[in-house]
């Protein structure tokens, strides 16, 4: 597809075709997590330490967050960040 078919196309146009790329793209990542969950699992002699599911080695869902810090351990990084330049000093 050329740039100028892109500025030709409507936009929900461009919204549909928006769609389907990022359909294709989940799916070719799919695909590698799953050869890649099989190439973990089939050597391994420590079942124990394997994750339990494919979506535990690695989660493809859209919005997922990580948890950070809480405020109380980044307010005390920060108070002891403090203390540490003013010792430097």
């Not at 799919?30 to 494919?54: C, E, G, H, S, W």
Request: charged share 30%; no cysteine.
């Amino acid at each position: 597809m050329r740039l100028s078919d892109v500025y030709d196309m409507t936009f929900a146009e461009f919204q549909i075709r928006l769609f389907a790329y990022k359909r294709m793209q989940l799916e070719d990542w799919r695909k590698f997590r799953l050869v890649a969950y099989n190439a973990l699992i089939a050597p391994y002699q420590d079942y124990k330490k394997l994750p339990k599911t494919m979506d535990k080695f690695m989660d493809l869902s859209v919005g997922h967050t990580k948890e950070g810090v809480s405020e109380n351990q980044k307010a005390r990084f920060l108070e002891e960040y403090a203390n540490y330049l003013k010792h430097i000093q």
